[in-house]
């Protein structure tokens, strides 16, 4: 049997409201459940919670949020709480707008935490405007393909994601136009995160928590000029892959607050820059780790294509291997390999219609079996390349 607790007047599964300054408010702990909401105007509230309970883990419940803010000063805001199995949520939001979406455990009514298991949930945010911000988690259960998608157009926009405890789900960040940032955290197994932001001045954070995490996939692309991207990793066999195209761009692993960048084994790192001005600066700790790049862009890795770009590259750890290309101008590689069974290929080349002009490589390995192999064709171009240890019993 269905419960439905309304705060606001309610036509069985739907609702319509207009004007301003209105809350609407639905509870619904039973299956095939349906809520609908339709608010236009300004100042709006909306909340659904569709739930299990201590007897029954709901499945198969939809809810609808449509909130449009056409021209209005002030925004809405939007949250919705759904938690049992095979659940599908979408919020629609125009103007200065927030939208909450939470997938996870449930308290009854003495609030305990019942911690159920979510599968084949999945939830959508559109928002258009200015100043809108999004958050979808995934948060006290244990949750299984999930997917988390999230729509941003306009300028100053915020959008998060979070999954923890989750296993085969996916978080899909896109945003467009000016000053957005956008931030992912993962906590679990065989997970896949991407980030795609096109116009000037975004930020994009990905960051790979526990050390349980592993087999998870992370990408983020950036089109437009000064963009920043921060990635951290921590596990075993995680993969991320970085693409910035335009001036003035950066990437670099989040450091301090995050300590680092990849911490585990088995990790994977590419990145590819194309335009001026760019920079990226990489750091990997544990073993079989790998940052891409050259033999016919090496799955479009660690490429720099353009003018005064800057790459530093450190690796500790085992059989660490670091491939780069850098075509243009001004270019400079700082490289430091320490461990074992390390090798370090750099190019900085003209070649595919020329253009190496004052490059720099600054290589220092240390451990068993390194080896480096640096190719320099231009003008001006300078290598240092230390190496400590060899082949040690």
Known sequence: ???????????????????????????????????????????HFSKVTQNSNANNISKENLATVNQLNLGAAHGNESSIVQGGNTHTSTV??????????????????????????????????????????????????????????????????????????????????????????????IEGTSEYASILQVGSRNTAFQVIERQGSSNNDSYITQTGSDNFAGIQTTGGDNFFRVTQTGDRNTLEGLADAYNGTQDGNGNEARFLQTGNDNLFAVSQVGNDNTIEGYGLTAGLGANQLGNRNLASIAQDGDDNLSQSLQKGSDNSIDLTQTGDDNTSIVRQYTGLLSSANRNSADITQSGM??????????????VVVTQTGGMMP
Do not use: C, H, P
């Open 369 to 382: 079996g390194n080896s480096s192999n640096v190719n320099q064709n231009g003008n001006d171009n300078s």
């Open 92 to 185: 629609t939001q125009i103007g200065d707008n927030k939208a909450r979406v939470y997938i996870g455990g449930f308290l009854d009514g003495n609030s305990t935490l019942y911690v159920a298991k979510n599968v084949n949930n999945e939830t959508s945010v559109v928002q258009t405007g200015t100043g809108n911000e999004g958050t979808q988690s995934i948060y006290r259960a244990i949750s299984t393909n999930t997917l988390l998608d999230l729509v941003q157009v306009g300028t100053g926009n915020v959008s998060v994601q979070v999954a923890q405890n989750s296993i085969d789900s996916e978080g899909k960040v896109r945003q467009g136009t000016t000053d957005n940032d956008a931030f992912q955290r």
């Open 1 to 43: 049997m269905k419960k439905m607790t309304l705060t606001v007047a309610m036509l069985l599964s739907a609702t319509y409201l207009f004007a301003q300054n209105n809350v609407s408010e639905a509870t619904q702990n039973a299956d095939f459940s349906r809520s609908v909401i339709t608010q236009t105007g300004q100042d």
